[in-house]
């Protein structure tokens, strides 16, 4: 029997993220049951005040706004995703059309959100356009709003719908919608009966790998966000930056952190009940 | 074969205009000699501007391309030789392992960011260049050992086998059989890493210290302090890079794969 | 499996960005060269408070390179400054931050026989000052108050008062700092407290106020509500003259009205100090120095716009201010608040992400 070098390999790595990932989440967990300092930083004796404030009305309904925007920007994403994977799937252009989908995706991040303010601000290309045919006098306030977010973060995190579901459908057998037809099913039905239970997989992946950054989100509503639309990256960013509140900081990491175990569970949990 | 019908092409067409229109509008405003969205001619000046004019902004895409590459090397190593272990070996503690490298991948960056700012806080790290590299050689590493082991997993086991047979050694092995063969998905793993780098923005924003802003970080002060279109200029500049970028590695990756 | 597929799929397209910027490269490789020579002053300071031109001449006439990073808040840099320990010498913090850090023992005692031209401020200021009772720690930079401004073409009549913010024809038109002292310094000054109040009912009270003006406008910005209103996106915004001002050019000004509300604001006095910290002290002291000429702080001021703490630099602006000091009368500097600070916080939070 030679010689099992397997720890020897993956040494570095299990070193690398025990420091870098488990110690910093950790030592995060355990802040968010320490008291705070006055300015900054946390006192070392227990304490569970971090968590009492997360059940301020305030929080709960940044909690409720996060959740809003994740589950609205999810759907979207899917449903928009799901026709458009499907096309390029069955294209015979299939390489082509992936490329027009991850050019834009490859563009930084930032850039493309500053797109969109120069197209929704008051003196952006929208308003400019409106007023111009008369259908309306005064610009409208479309950015630092709800709807904004949800636009800006549809655009910038479709492509992790698209990906996926294009890698499932792509796999998928169509002789098998041809022979549901051919027993007289119309196109439609037999899509939505065949085709998605078996790209199932595909579709959770979708939904994971659009909600969790969703829900996370902090770039998008800094910056195209208003007074009403907080969400809770901001909320995780001003308690750590400006408030020096390090507990509560930590405590809705925790929570952020805890809905993320969740939902991936539940993928894990749909991923092998497929393969049942 | 059915042909996909109206529906799906519409939606096709939407999403791609969808995506594309807002940064076709970012091109042409860089053109623009006005401040204002308002056409007021063509003109270079904000490509002047950022190539001749921007300090800052080239001190910063230095540090992102000083970044992007240590880091991207560094998680290089530590993620093949990880992939290699967890592919090919049975040991111990490989199943928290596993889960430990899906970590970074599936945790929101506001999570990682916000957790290692702490710890760097906590064992008295300033924060600098040096601090971006850690962060960034901490998420980029489950990217590689993915993209590795996702190349590694197409290969038989008995290769291996067969060359320990023969009497190689375990050095000779890694040089001159597991190498070789994972080296499209080493490659690949690289430059995914390297752009994982230069793209990110939400953990360095978290762990950035003084003068070591990168690029990203860069454009995020200029979105909310900026006075001028050099943006534009500059999202063209990066625009045109990434779909020139994209055409070639496509090609170089296939080329890679058929070796 | 799929999730490795999808990665790979990233990692075709991904490909690209790696090294996207190549075209540019050549351009830019004679910049970073003349660093290693030169020695290097890290300054931590507020969005544009200091005019390039300064920056570059003080670069040039020491043979040395600046590097300018900056803040939008206090609250921003004190935490970036805990958070990152180290690294810059210099740093530009409101009074009441200057005692926090006093206690925080973050700061070098200041050597005044470093910085001869610290005779050329007012004593007056001076004299106001009790965040640094003798300015050992601190030496004062720029004096002011947030204001209102107002574009004109839009709004015609107007009240110089904080209560323009309670107008909701309006409503989303107008933005208030993204700064708790500030926002609720207005709040107290418009009910006639003292912007430093430690009383809780007090500070009840302004944060009703608050409330009612959140429901006009559109965020709380600190940061780009001067692209904003340059741009006509808002019509009335509270915040800093220098920010607003910078950002419209000569004809745009004409339609600005600029006041400060005559109940009076949160006032601030930002002052250079020294970190502990500092690797270039000399250096620091150098800028410090540099800074109060008269010839380079009347440059600085008629920049921003802002009066001159510096008397000989009175008679070298060329820019008439767009207040006094005599406009600040009714205005109050803001004080460390001790432990009042997490009152205020809980205040601001409900505030912000309340409805």
Redesign the interface.
């Known amino acids: 029997m030679r010689k099992n070098y397997g720890p020897i390999y993956v040494g570095p790595v299990a070193f690398w993220l025990c420091a870098f990932l488990s110690v910093p989440l950790l030592i995060t967990l355990s802040y968010s049951f320490l008291a705070k300092g006055l300015y900054g930083g946390v006192e070392p004796h227990f304490s569970l005040a971090a968590y009492r404030s997360l059940f301020n009305t305030a929080v709960l309904k940044v909690l409720l706004n996060t959740i809003i925007i994740a589950v609205l920007s999810t759907a979207l994403m899917v449903g928009l995703a799901l026709p458009t994977a499907y096309y390029i799937a069955r294209s015979s252009q299939k390489n082509l059309l992936l490329m027009l989908i991850i050019i834009p995706f490859w563009t930084n991040f930032l850039i493309r959100i500053y797109a969109w303010i120069t197209i929704l601000g008051s003196n952006g290309l929208l308003n400019s356009f409106l007023m111009g045919v008369g259908l309306t006098d005064g610009p409208i306030q479309f950015l630092y709003n709800r709807g904004a977010i949800i636009l800006v973060i549809v655009y910038t995190t479709i492509p992790f719908a698209i990906f996926p579901l294009y890698s499932t459908i792509e796999k998928f057998d169509f002789s098998l919608i041809e022979a549901a037809m051919d027993l007289g099913a119309s196109k439609t039905k037999a899509l939505w009966k065949i085709m998605i239970p078996n790209i199932r997989s595909g579709i959770t992946t979708a939904v994971l790998f659009t909600f969790i950054p969703t829900f996370g989100n902090f770039a998008v509503p800094k910056l195209v966000g208003g007074t009403s639309s907080w969400m809770l990256g901001n909320l995780i960013e001003r308690e750590l930056n400006i408030t020096r509140n390090w507990p509560l900081a930590s405590s809705m990491s925790v929570v952020l952190t805890f809905v993320t175990m969740l939902a991936v569970l539940f993928f894990m949990r749909s991923q092998n009940k497929k393969e049942l | 074969?059915?042909?996909?019908?109206k529906?799906?092409?519409?939606?096709?067409v939407?999403?791609?205009l969808?995506?594309?229109i807002?940064?076709a509008?970012?091109v042409i405003?860089s053109f623009n000699s006005s401040k204002?969205?308002?056409w007021e001619g063509f003109s270079l000046k904000w490509y002047h501007e950022l190539?001749?004019n921007s300090?800052?902004l080239?001190?910063s895409?230095?540090n992102s391309i000083i970044v992007?590459i240590s880091s991207s090397v560094v998680a290089t190593?530590?993620?093949t030789?990880?992939a290699?272990?967890?592919c090919?070996?049975?040991?111990r503690?490989?199943k928290a392992?596993q889960t430990?490298?899906f970590?970074?991948?599936?945790?929101?960056?506001?999570?990682?960011g916000?957790?290692?700012?702490?710890?760097?806080?906590?064992i008295?790290?300033?924060?600098?260049l040096f601090t971006i590299f850690?962060?960034h050689?901490?998420f980029n590493?489950p990217?590689v050992?993915?993209?590795v082991?996702?190349r590694l997993e197409e290969f038989d086991f008995s290769i291996v086998e067969a060359a320990?047979d023969l009497g190689a050694t375990?050095i000779d092995m890694l040089l001159r059989v597991i190498l070789p063969i994972s080296m499209p998905g080493i490659i690949?793993?690289l430059?995914?890493a390297?752009?994982?780098s230069?793209?990110d923005?939400?953990i360095t924003f978290?762990v950035a210290?003084?003068?070591s802003?990168t690029?990203?970080l860069h454009?995020?002060?200029m979105?909310?302090?900026?006075?001028s279109p050099t943006?534009?200029a500059?999202?063209v500049?990066?625009?045109v890079?990434?779909?020139?970028?994209?055409?070639s590695?496509?090609n170089?990756?296939s080329s890679l794969l058929k070796r | 499996m799929l999730l490795a597929a999808a990665i790979v799929s990233m990692v075709v397209s991904g490909c690209s960005e790696g090294e996207k910027e190549k075209p540019t490269e050549q351009k830019v490789v004679q910049k970073p060269q003349q660093q290693e020579t030169a020695q290097t002053l890290y300054i931590y300071n507020w969005t544009y408070y200091i005019p390039n031109q300064v920056l570059k001449d003080f670069e040039k006439e020491y043979n040395v390179k600046v590097v300018y990073d900056m803040y939008s808040s206090n609250e921003e840099m004190f935490t970036k400054l805990k958070a990152g320990g180290s690294g810059y010498d210099l740093v530009f913090p409101s009074g009441d931050y200057v005692s926090i850090m006093i206690k925080e023992n973050m700061l070098e005692p200041i050597d005044k026989t470093k910085i001869p031209n610290f005779s050329n401020i007012d004593p007056e200021v001076l004299a106001k000052i009790h965040f640094d009772e003798g300015s050992q720690y601190s030496v004062p930079y720029m004096m002011g108050a947030a204001g209102v401004a107002v574009n004109t073409k839009f709004v015609k009549d107007f009240d110089k008062s904080w209560s323009i913010f309670n107008r909701d024809d309006l409503k989303g038109r107008m933005t208030m700092l993204d700064d708790m002292r500030e926002v609720l310094g207005a709040a107290l000054k418009s009910l006639g407290y003292s912007v430093n109040t430690k009383s809780l009912e007090e500070l009840q009270k302004a944060k009703e106020l608050v409330k009612q003006w959140k429901k006009n406008i559109v965020k709380f910005d600190a940061e780009s509500f001067g692209k904003g209103f340059a741009a006509g996106e808002f019509w009335v915004v509270q915040g800093y003259q220098e920010n607003i001002f910078l950002e419209l050019d000569e004809a745009a000004k004409q339609d600005v009205a600029f006041f400060i509300p005559k109940e009076g604001s949160a006032m601030y006095m930002d002052n250079m100090v020294l970190l502990k910290t500092a690797k270039n002290k000399d250096l620091a002291y150098t800028f410090m120095n540099y800074i109060h000429e008269p010839k380079v702080f009347a440059q600085i001021a008629d920049f921003l716009m802002l009066p001159s703490i510096n008397v000989p630099a009175r008679d070298l602006m060329k820019v008439k201010p767009n207040y006094e000091i005599a406009d600040l009368a009714r205005s109050e500097f803001k004080e460390d608040l001790g432990e009042s600070l997490k009152d205020y916080n809980q205040i601001w939070q409900e505030i912000i992400v309340g409805e």
């Open positions: 074969m059915s042909k996909p019908g529906f799906s092409f519409g939606v096709f939407f999403v791609t969808f995506l594309h807002p940064l509008i970012l405003s204002s969205m308002r190539f001749y300090g800052p080239w001190h895409f230095w992007a190593v530590i993620g030789l990880g290699i272990g967890l090919w070996y049975s040991f503690m490989k392992i430990l490298t970590f970074p991948v599936i945790l929101p960056e506001i999570i990682i916000v957790s290692i700012l702490i710890f760097f806080n906590k008295g790290l300033s924060l600098s850690l962060a050689v901490t590493i990217f050992l993915m993209t082991m996702a320990y375990e690949a793993g430059l995914l390297i752009t994982l230069l793209e923005f939400v978290f210290g003084p003068g802003s690029l990203p454009i995020f002060s979105i909310r302090f900026g006075v943006i534009n500059l999202s500049v990066i625009i890079g990434t779909a020139l970028l994209a055409l590695s496509k170089l990756y």
